[in-house]
């Protein structure tokens, strides 16, 4: 570093041109994706992606039934987010909020029947705009390499992750 200069001389450590390239096609993809599953929920049943996922993550839980912050999390939406999905789902009568029966606390989201029924009439279409989507341009094994890389990731980014997987508190 120079007297004059106020910037340390610091090697800059730039993406290699594989990573460049893996690096931009992930943004396309995370771009991409949401929206074609949008399209298709919103075509299919006037759903917002971020609603189904609340719903579908409703529907995989205990007695159809979890905390606002552990819906949050599952569905990985801010508490404020989520508090705006489940106000809208409310409003359709598919999910309703009560006082958690363990502490009285808490808030809890339920699936209504009704919601139910929504969840199982959606699936199949959502199910089959995934596969064509993320899957059919795969082989097994590039399922397998992506799957693998994306749980690094994860892992990464989110190192509890495992851990409300194994203890429940965790689904999606």
């Known amino acids: 570093m120079s007297r004059t200069s106020t910037v340390p001389d610091v090697a800059q450590r730039?993406?290699?041109?594989?990573q460049q390239r893996t690096w931009r096609t992930w943004l396309s993809v995370a771009e991409l994706l949401p929206r074609v599953l949008d399209a298709q929920l919103q075509r299919d049943a006037?759903?917002?992606?971020?609603?189904?996922?609340v719903l579908a993550m409703?529907?995989?839980?205990?007695?159809?039934?979890?905390r606002m912050s552990d819906l949050a999390r599952?569905?990985?939406?801010?508490?404020?987010?989520?508090?705006?999905?489940?106000a809208r789902l409310e409003e359709h009568g598919w999910v309703r909020r009560e006082r958690s029966a363990e502490d009285g606390r808490g808030n809890v989201a339920v699936?209504?029947?009704a919601?139910?029924?929504?969840?199982?009439?959606?699936?199949?279409g959502h199910v089959e705009a995934v596969r064509a989507a993320l899957f059919?341009?795969?082989?097994d094994e590039q399922t397998r390499a992506l799957g693998d890389a994306l749980q690094a990731v994860l892992?990464?980014?989110?190192?509890?992750?495992?851990?409300?997987?194994?203890?429940?508190?965790?689904?999606?």
């Open 136 to 139: 059919d341009p795969l082989t």
């Open 111 to 113: 699936l209504t029947d």
């Open 155 to 172: 892992e990464q980014l989110d190192p509890d992750h495992r851990l409300r997987l194994r203890t429940g508190a965790d689904a999606g």
């Open 115 to 124: 919601g139910w029924d929504v969840v199982r009439s959606v699936a199949p």
């Open 58 to 66: 409703l529907s995989e839980a205990p007695g159809r039934s979890l």
């Open 46 to 53: 006037g759903l917002s992606h971020a609603a189904y996922v």
């Open 74 to 86: 599952r569905a990985n939406q801010s508490q404020s987010r989520l508090s705006h999905t489940v």
């Open 14 to 18: 730039w993406l290699d041109e594989e």
